[in-house]
């Protein structure tokens, strides 16, 4: 069934957009995918290259590992089958920045195949993503143009870098829905720990295959968006390509298969090359390396040490804490924050944590540019304010300005409220003659108390004002029932 709020309306008639991703994910790693050179990033021009990456005569490559393990990683966290035979061949292509001349990648026999992911959207539903494939494979150098007004310059430091090409089925209809799947998938490879999904360093992009179609009918020609490295660019390059693409068909036009870019400056996208089909590729089988056949046992070793995968602990956060779906998907969309609202919820009420970790205390770090492992208070203070709360020391009203002039630096919870005198005032002595006092000045509100229940409000509000907030409202009403009766 199509979801009609999903549909853009062109001259003609309602359009569906029709998306899949294919997502390159660089494995984390210190050493690249056949060659020992390191990986790091910021390191100078042509410092991490070894005779392989600059395919010098007669290197041959050899299979890390590790980045094997991580591919395996990542194909368990997506529930999906793990090959035990796999092969990498050749994609042969001429770019300057591409020594060898080919690509070693997997193209019939992935070391990953069929998975999925499951996806959040704002109003907290969900969605599946098919996941077609998982392969290994080089990424490339790159060509530098701003060196020189006459020369292109080539960085080989990227060349061979393992890369994890993630293939998803054309499962997505809007780009919101792009959008948060690459966030759900970039959370479960953060939390696998097999990529650090850093998207400003260019270590997770997104190539984006646009189609339109009227809703229900065949798959239209796609056109694909490459190298898109942010989920703003990501949603407005697909605004922007669905409806170039609806403004074609509509004046009779048709859509050419081809690979665009997109320009975040102009937020249009623009045609790069005409789109290659496979066979363009002469792929064929590497002679360099043997097929990579894994032993089940080890595969078992791999699954049996994952982690709690963000799913999992979304169903945990609900069932052990009692919180919502929204405010447990919140949390576990950061390992980090997950972490620490744990840390911080134990021996507190939850739910009370859950909206000082993911309202006040996000909000903050947020501002600051800070994730939550590099926040200024660890889970210990954030529990000893909420402690202060629970234990009717302050309220809640007062706990903000307390988390405030944490913030500035005026120290602890605790030292700031005794600093400030901030301690609610639940002595039934001092509140009572605040309110007999109230009463005797105002006869008239008093009175109204008796017919009208609701109006001691009024008195519960002069009280707060007359102790600066700080009374506790609890005794208040107490006290106020139990002299004017209402
Ligand atoms: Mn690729």
Redesign the pocket.
Known sequence: MTDTSKLIEGRTGSWEIVLGL?I?AQVASNAKLFSGAAVGFGAAPNAQVSLVDAAMPGMLPVINRHCVEQAVRTGLGLKAQINLKSRFDRKNYFYPDLPQGYQI?QFKDPIVGEGEVVVERDDGSTFTVGIERLHL?QDAGKSLHDQDPNATYVDLNRAGTA?M?IVSRPDMRSSEEAAAYVKKLRTILVYLGSCDGDMEKGNLRADVNVSVRRPGAELGTRCEIKNVNSYRYIQQAIEYEARRQIEIIEDGGKINQETRLFDPGKLETRSMRSKEEAHDYRYFPDPDLLPLVLDPAWVKEIQDSLPELPDAKKARFQSQYGLSAYDAGVLISERAKADFYEAAAKDRDPKLTANWVTNDLAARLSAAGLEFDASPFGPAVIAELTGLIQDNVISSKIAKDVFERMWAGEGGPKEIVEKQGLQQVSDTGALEAIIDQLIADNPGQAAAVKEKPQAIGWFVGQVMKATAGKANPGTINQLLRSKLGG
């Open positions: 294919e390159h990648s494979e890369l090409e």
